[in-house]
């Protein structure tokens, strides 16, 4: 079966750190994708991780240990606009289909 | 560089009649997939196109179906529609199975009534 878990909702202090853990067990793994979804609108790309280790993009960081079947976003200097809903997703084997969480909402507040 | 376009943004339809939706790729991308949101079950994969070939499909009955054009333009139709069809339908487009992006559209709201 395909399992991706991930915690329903986070809160965080403006300026602070957060991290979003996502963990997945699925038949196949071709690359982990993280995406941001504001209320009402589209998930945006935030980042993309294929083998293990850290990838890191401004604020955003990404982490994957696929023998753990485990990732992580990590958030830094958090903004108010940081506030969203935040979509771990696993790319299928064949490399055509995206598996994703249920999301997890995060709050910011000043 | 333009996005990936999805038409129409905002429909509202009756129960028993059917849908097309819409979706311009970006451009050089080849694959095409689609995706159904809701509250309740969150994103699910509906199906996937390359070269205008469905190359996936997800655990949805067949009122669902898709193409795709010779340009990668891409449509999806939903017949015999269902209040529980009632969702953000979006669609994403990559370069192809090993892209390490793919980017989704602003997504068109069905609301069925």
């Known amino acids: 079966g395909q399992n991706i878990d991930q915690p329903t909702e986070m809160t965080a202090t403006e300026g602070a750190i957060v991290q979003i853990n996502c963990t997945y067990q699925?038949?196949?793994?071709?690359?982990l994708f993280w995406y941001q979804q504001h209320a009402g609108e589209a998930p945006t790309f935030l980042s993309y991780n294929v083998l293990d280790g850290l990838e890191e993009k401004g604020r955003f960081s990404s982490f994957l240990s696929r023998s753990k079947g485990y990732s992580y976003l990590l958030l830094k200097e958090l903004q108010m606009k940081d506030s969203a809903s935040y979509l771990c997703?696993?790319?299928?084997?064949?490399?055509?289909?995206?598996?994703f969480g249920k999301g997890t909402t995060l709050s910011v507040s000043s | 560089k333009a996005g990936v376009t999805q038409t129409p943004r905002y429909l509202i339809k009756t129960r028993g009649q059917q849908v097309t939706l819409s979706c311009s790729p970006i451009?050089?991308?080849?694959?095409v997939s689609w995706y159904q949101q809701t509250p309740g079950q969150g994103l699910q994969f509906l199906f996937e196109y390359f070269s205008e070939t469905q190359r996936n499909k997800g655990n949805f009955p067949g009122r669902f179906s898709g193409r795709q054009f010779s340009n990668s333009r891409s449509e999806m139709n939903v017949s015999t529609l269902e209040l529980g069809d009632s969702a953000l339908y979006l669609c994403a487009s990559s370069e192809g199975t090993a892209g390490n992006t793919i980017y989704f559209g602003e997504g068109s709201w069905l609301t069925v009534v």
């Open positions: 997703a696993v790319r299928d084997q064949a490399g055509t289909a995206l598996i």
């Open positions: 699925t038949s196949g793994f071709n690359g």
């Open positions: 451009s050089g991308h080849r694959s």
